[in-house]
């Protein structure tokens, strides 16, 4: 995910290599509906009760949206107000950037969140409990309560999105930011509260709209990296 050359006005927009990878990843979640995601989530929940387990139930809320749309929030308005505190002209630009740079991660969470409810609802698939005490393994489209329904994963879509968002801002810690992202994700069918592709589509809708709106966002050749203290 490193830094794409300079983006011409009104090619941002990728859309031969949305298309593709949306194809490929439709094939990776319907091989895994079809043939990984029951027998998976039936082996899992018989080891629910080990301590690996429990390490990921227990992690497993840091991809709540509320800690990233916070922490983002924040970060827009602390650089807002920064931006318009009397300063040097070359502060207050760099605090301007700043702004705009934390809009773009809200974007990309709410873009994404959009996207992910709206194919829950239309999808209708049930969570794995449904699974466990009643034995149902269907989709029931728009028939649910938001809450029941699991594909795509919602923490998922957040959790990924915020660090894939942050891993452009701060590049050289992108390699963290990812890792968090996956251990997050990955603890959402390993605590059964979703199944394997539900994770597999949350996480490539937010990487795929992260890279959209970062797209969108440096159209006009202002990147959204931050220049790290060396490049100072």
């Known amino acids: 995910m490193t830094t794409d050359p300079h983006v011409l006005p009104g090619h ?20 895994c509906i079809a043939w990984i995601d029951r027998p998976l989530a039936l082996l899992l929940v018989d080891l629910s009760d080990t301590a690996a387990v429990a390490y990921f139930r227990s992690i497993t809320n840091i991809g ?6 916070g922490l983002a929030g924040a ?5 807002y107000w920064r931006a318009h505190t009397p300063t040097g002209l070359a502060t207050t630009g760099e605090w ?5 740079s934390f809009g773009f991660v809200i974007v990309s969470m709410g873009t994404s969140a959009l996207a992910v409810n709206a194919l ?3 999808l209708g698939r049930y969570r794995p409990r449904f699974l466990f005490t009643d034995g149902i393994y269907d989709f ?3 028939a649910l309560n938001i809450k029941h329904v699991g594909f795509p994963s919602g923490h998922t879509q957040s959790i990924v999105a ?4 942050f891993g452009f801002l701060l590049p050289q810690w992108r390699y963290p930011f990812w890792l968090i992202a996956t251990v997050v994700a990955v603890s959402r069918f390993i605590t059964t509260t979703h199944f394997a592709s539900d994770v597999i589509a949350g996480a490539f809708i937010a990487i795929t709209t992260a890279w959209i709106m970062r ?13 790290s203290k060396s490049a100072s």
Do not use: N
């Open 96 to 100: 301007q950037r700043r702004a705009r």
């Open 12 to 31: 941002w927009f990728p859309g031969r290599q949305i298309l593709g990878l949306t194809l490929a990843a439709s094939a990776v979640c319907w091989v």
């Open 64 to 69: 709540h949206s509320a800690i990233w749309y």
């Open 75 to 79: 970060g827009l308005a602390f650089s």
């Open 162 to 165: 915020a660090m894939v968002a």
């Open 120 to 122: 829950k609802i239309a």
């Open 215 to 227: 797209r969108y966002f440096e159209r006009d050749g202002m990147k959204l990296a931050w220049p």
């Open 140 to 142: 029931a489209p728009f």
